[in-house]
């Protein structure tokens, strides 16, 4: 939205295959146009809501991974949404794939509900209940030749084995669930999602692990290239997930994303933490003071 009001001289908005309006981009604003894309207020774009936050679940003990991280330390706690952001090249992305065991730890400890735990691949991640959401998501999120069904279950079929095989039943109600749950715009479960959008992508990737019911949810930069009203979902997604006594880390680099839906912000530079703020102190510029080193 910010590109368009930039460089933009008519605007039309499209909204489940119709055309809604064209206007001018002078004579509309930003609040007009997401009401219009969603049904919903800019005002409910970060749906925050207070909760109290329980005991830790993940402890991170002086962790570094070469070459980039360097003795991090934080605590997640029950509940909680944490903000790590930073600027390209910070390390946010490395730290995401070393808690899902897809990078290598050169020293530290991780704990999960106060035991320590080794990350050697992301199957001992998800042995811990800890799921990555990741940026590329069209890459390593989904499976390119297979349909809805299948990528939605695939980390969980464990849980739809019978006597003869597969409960395909209980597969389709599932899916079926968690697409109405998240918003996933799709009209057959065999469909295949490499020609969804990049936010039913997204969704397709979120609707898997919280298939699997992991306790710890990693997201990587999970609004970048979808559109308004499928962060809007993404984000109620979020909430409902700490709703149910989940945790979040939200990585980011969208400052007001992440002061809008974070506990807390953790600001990476150079592969170490350099602050880290309750989000009733947090602004753009303080956050940008520390990740620049200003």
Not at 86 to 108: D, N, V, W, Y
Not at 111 to 134: Q, R, T
Not at 250 to 261: A, K, V
Request: with cysteine; charged share 25%; net charge positive.
């Amino acid at each position: 939205l910010d590109e368009l009001f930039k460089i933009g001289d008519e605007v039309s908005v499209i909204r489940q295959g119709s055309i809604l309006g064209t206007k001018s981009v002078a004579a509309i604003d930003k609040r007009s146009i997401v009401r219009l894309m969603t049904g919903k207020s800019l005002i409910e774009r970060y749906p925050r809501f207070e909760r109290p936050l329980g005991k830790p679940v993940l402890e991170v003990e002086h962790l570094s991974s070469f070459p980039i991280l360097n003795d991090i330390s934080f605590s997640l706690y029950k509940t909680e949404i944490l903000g790590i952001t930073g600027l390209m090249g910070s390390g946010r992305t490395k730290l995401a794939h070393c808690l899902f065991g897809e990078e290598p730890i050169s020293s530290g400890k991780i704990k999960v509900y106060g035991k320590e735990i080794s990350l050697h691949s992301p199957i001992d991640a998800l042995k811990n209940g800890i799921a990555l959401i990741p940026e590329d998501r069209s890459v390593n999120s989904i499976l390119h030749y297979q349909n809805l069904l299948l990528n939605i279950t695939i980390a969980s079929l464990e849980r739809f084995k019978g006597l003869t095989g597969l409960q395909t039943g209980r597969m389709f109600h599932t899916v079926r669930k968690y697409s109405d749950h998240i918003g996933i715009r799709t009209g057959n479960v065999n469909d295949y999602p490499d020609s969804y959008s990049g936010g039913n992508q997204q969704k397709v990737a979120l609707a898997r692990w919280l298939a699997y019911r992991a306790d710890i949810y990693i997201f990587d930069e999970p609004s970048r290239g979808i559109d308004v009203s499928s962060k809007i979902d993404l984000y109620n997604a979020i909430n409902d997930i700490v709703a149910k006594n989940g945790s979040v880390i939200l990585i980011s680099s969208d400052i007001e994303e992440i002061i809008g839906m974070c506990d807390r912000i953790l600001v990476l530079t150079a592969g170490t933490i350099v602050a880290n703020i309750h989000h009733k102190e947090a602004t753009p510029e303080r956050i940008l003071k520390y990740a620049t080193r200003g």
